[in-house]
């Protein structure tokens, strides 16, 4: 029974289970928005296990890929496979069975849902790839962040309302901004490696920049979003919250100082996601009950 205890524990800090409050939020928000309020507790749990199943696959089969790579990067030694505590073989096995379960999850869903979920793991799984092939990397795992929201969207409704695709391209840039960010922790392996990144392309003081404008275009894209959907007060109001909060996440960082990085992307990055669909539920609870 220790065995198990610890094999899931590590196993869960492999795929950082803690972090899905990153995307979890803005999909909920989507789900919201599809539902014009709650949606059925079966739907809900549903979407609940396809977002927390896909997310694992995808952590743990980027684990399994980078696994030589993170072996030679000492920010990255410890992580599961390269110190030993987990095989290859397990770590792709866990990646099968997630896969799997997040299609049978979208399989109860609707059949819009179940038709993409192969198209989703596609993404999901091949961002691992993209730091072999592209400086923008970062905006293919914004990418695939910014699906949770659409996913939800279409759980809901069964078909795409095309006001919801602002939502996504909003994480999209915000997922790409914060992971341009991250990656300055690896700028000089990166460039040892043959790894390609916003950093490793143009320095940090240009990696910065370039987060900075991902992160204002993001709101740009909230605003727009919050007209599509006619927000009242509360909505506008988590919009202004949210940009105040990305300001004080890049303050916490510069190229010269990345000591406090862990706080910005961890910490921030889930208020900024729980922040924002608390102000839109609130939103439009108002809007129901007025």
Not at 258 to 274: C, D, E, H, K
Request: with cysteine.
């Amino acid at each position: 029974m220790a065995g198990i205890l610890t094999h899931t524990r590590t196993t869960l800090e492999m795929i950082k289970w803690e972090h899905s409050i990153f995307a979890l939020p803005f999909a909920l928000t989507a789900t919201i928005l599809a539902a014009n309020g709650l949606p059925s507790l079966r739907s809900l749990l549903w979407i609940l296990l396809a977002m927390v199943s896909a997310r694992s696959a995808a952590m743990a089969f980027n684990r399994w890929a980078d696994a030589e790579l993170d072996a030679a990067n000492p920010r990255t030694l410890s992580r599961a496979i390269p110190a030993g505590l987990l095989s290859r073989n397990f770590v792709l096995g866990f990646t099968i069975l997630t896969a799997a379960i997040f299609v049978f999850a979208s399989s109860q869903l609707n059949r819009l849902t179940l038709l993409l979920s192969p198209i989703v793991l596609i993404v999901l799984l091949g961002y691992s790839y993209m730091k072999r092939l592209t400086r923008w990397s970062h905006l293919v795992l914004g990418f695939a962040l910014g699906l949770a929201p659409s996913a939800a969207g279409s759980a809901i409704r069964g078909a795409l309302d095309p006001r919801i695709l602002v939502l996504p391209a909003a994480v999209t840039l915000w997922g790409g901004g914060f992971d341009v960010l991250y990656a300055c922790q690896d700028f000089e392996h990166d460039r040892e490696a043959n790894l390609h990144s916003i950093p490793q392309a143009i320095g940090l003081n240009g990696a910065f920049r370039t987060a900075r404008i991902m992160h204002l275009l993001m709101i740009a894209l909230l605003v727009w979003f919050a007209t599509l959907f006619q927000f009242a007060l509360l909505g506008w109001i988590g919009i202004f919250v949210v940009a105040a909060l990305l300001a004080w996440e890049h303050s916490l960082v510069s190229p010269k100082d990345l000591s406090r990085l862990n706080a910005a992307f961890f910490t921030m990055n889930g208020v900024i996601a729980t922040v924002f669909f608390t102000f839109v539920a609130a939103d439009l609870w108002m809007k129901l009950h007025s």
